[in-house]
């Protein structure tokens, strides 16, 4: 982690200073509003035993009631056992089963073949295969998908396309991390899960700030700023970000834009989906 | 002079006028219950907000049977009701219905349409290019469409073409929630319309939506504003609600006694300077 990743804290203090039963509230009656528009009245999530799947679990919960909320946890062999247990007790705390999926079988079958394949290709195989057991659940249990992934991950792209990425809705993917990290211990959250350090468990040891190059606290006071602020490059300098620090996010928010939109369609046709064929996704009113 | 006010903090099913109108007509039915004599729906509340090219599909001439319907079922209540119109050149624009004794009296389109943010209106429906108060039987009232209000122009047009009431229909989702229970442009409105209300003495009648479309969540918060400023009655955030105060004729006269900001406007030089400054950038001079 590069400790010169300066930033102002009066930045990072306006991240903080969102009001979390406010936003609790919104995001409750947002998430039932568009789960039940489209028929559903039970949701389906990933339960990795860290602090996003955990507070997605705790609003949910609040929203359908726990016995609504079918939480899978699925560890693969070299996962951290305490991302298990930690998965286990979300569900406990929240009085509804953990269905655990153990992924190992499938993805050693898969790398038999594969041998010297990367971190990064068994790591993303890895949320693939996690994202089509939740669609599998969801046909099983008439339940909606629902994603964990933060502003924070989704603005730097730290995610696996078509695999964690892969939902029918993120309800908390306006919350930057931090945020997140308050809205958790609102809801009470376990403290061992709110302050452990985060990480995405593809392999041991591994955790999100050190393999981004910053903390949290750094990347959403620069992310705040120059997203929600709209601050450009030389302003958020003068304000005391590294430039360094601000082009290294800079260039991860841009190009990562392609994990955030729908794949591109080559236009021929009179009306193109998605470019003149405009529709809002709750269609179905 | 006074007269009972209701406005119809309500939910939409996007895209569905049918199931709408039904929405409509227990509301309707409720209201004259309560003893309501003009009844405030939101900005689309007929249609829903964010219908992008869904708005050739929802539109309504003036004389369509679901505004007939809505008509007689109101009876001597007024009702203004937000819609996509269809003019008789095939054009649609978000619209104020004003109803009243079983026709609809009056058609305000949106003048300033918002296309910035998470907004795209322009994209998908005309803007209206006429301003003006309308006489009723509940007096003279303007009429105005969320964004509408957020050009002091407009809203100065309706109080100087005489209205003592303003409409304020909206669909406006959270946003920038941030310090506090409120979302910033919640503080925004209210801020603003407390000053309008304040300044020129009027009552402002601001129905706001509630519900969720396309992850965009309505803070509804629906008020009815006296000419200090005051609050006559307020609806809760995000709940649907059917909030009812009264215009009382008497408090408009106070107001402007104390304070005729109205009486002392100088039309022929802001007419003037307007002229002056519209010619100027119409030339590029800022």
């Known amino acids: 982690m590069n400790a010169s990743n300066r930033y102002p804290e009066a930045s990072l203090a306006q991240v903080q200073a969102l009001d979390t039963r406010a936003a609790v509230d919104v995001l409750c009656r947002g998430l039932g509003r568009e789960v039940r528009r489209v028929g559903f009245e039970k949701v389906v999530l990933g339960v990795s035993g860290g602090l996003d799947s955990a507070l997605v679990a705790y609003l949910a919960a609040k929203v359908f009631g726990a016995e609504n909320v079918i939480m899978v946890c699925m560890p693969y062999t070299t996962s951290n056992p305490d991302s298990l247990a930690h998965g286990q007790l979300v569900a406990r705390e929240l009085g509804a089963p953990a269905h655990v999926e153990a992924i190992g079988p499938q993805i050693d079958a898969y790398f038999e073949r594969h041998g010297d394949a990367s971190e990064m290709r068994r790591g993303n195989k890895m949320a693939r295969e996690r994202m089509t057991i939740l669609y599998d659940y969801s046909v099983e249990h008439r339940a909606l998908v629902l994603g964990t992934s933060n502003k924070t991950e989704l603005l730097l792209g730290y995610s696996t396309v078509f695999g964690d ?34 990480s995405a468990d593809l392999w041991e040891g591994q955790t999100d700030e050190e393999e981004l190059g910053y903390t949290y606290a750094q990347a959403d006071a620069l992310l705040y700023e120059m997203v929600d602020r709209r601050k450009g490059r030389a302003t958020l300098v003068d304000m005391g970000f590294d430039a360094e620090f601000v082009d290294e996010v800079q260039r991860r928010v841009r190009n990562n834009q392609f994990k955030r939109k729908m794949p591109v369609i080559l236009k021929l046709s009179a009306r193109t989906i998605d470019k003149d064929f405009l529709y809002p996704r709750d269609w179905t009113g | 002079m006074s007269f009972k006010i209701g406005l119809a903090q309500c939910d939409a099913t996007l895209g569905n006028v049918a199931s709408n109108l039904a929405s409509h007509l227990d509301t309707v039915a409720r209201a004259r219950k309560e003893g309501v004599d003009l009844l405030v729906f939101p900005e689309l509340s007929l249609t829903g907000y964010v219908l992008q090219d869904l708005v050739h599909e929802v539109s309504l001439r003036p004389d369509a049977p679901e505004l007939a319907r809505l ?24 619209a104020t219905f004003y109803i009243e004794d079983g026709v609809v009296a009056h058609v305000h389109r949106k003048v300033y349409l918002a296309s910035y943010g998470v907004f795209d209106e322009a994209r998908f429906v005309g803007s209206g290019n006429r301003v003006g108060a309308i006489d009723t039987k509940w007096g003279r009232l303007g009429l105005s469409i969320c964004e509408d209000a957020w050009h002091p122009s407009l809203v100065s047009l309706l109080l100087l073409d005489g209205a003592e009431l303003v409409v304020v229909q909206t669909a406006s989702p959270v946003r920038d929630l941030h310090q506090g229970e409120l979302p910033y442009n919640a503080v925004t409105w209210l801020d603003t319309l407390r000053t309008y209300a304040r300044l020129y003495g009027c009552y402002i009648a601001f129905a706001n939506r509630v519900g969720t479309e396309d992850g965009l969540v309505f803070w509804g918060n629906s008020v009815l504003l006296g000419p200090e400023g005051e609050m006559v009655a307020e609806g809760a955030l995000y709940d649907e609600a059917l909030v009812v105060g009264e215009f009382d004729r008497g408090r408009v006269r106070q107001a402007r006694l104390t304070n005729p900001v109205l009486r002392d406007e100088k039309l022929d030089l802001t007419a003037r300077e307007l002229r002056r400054i519209a010619a100027g950038r119409r030339h590029g001079e800022s």
Do not use: N, W
């Open chain 1, 165 to 198: 990425s892969a939902c029918a809705i993120m309800p908390i993917g306006d919350l930057y991390k931090t945020q997140a990290r308050s809205v958790s211990r609102f809801l009470g959250v376990p403290d061992v899960i709110v302050e452990k350090a985060p």
């Open chain 2, 71 to 94: 008509a007689e079922a109101a009876g001597p209540m007024s009702v203004c009701v937000g819609g996509i119109e269809e003019s008789s050149e095939h054009a649609q624009y978000i």
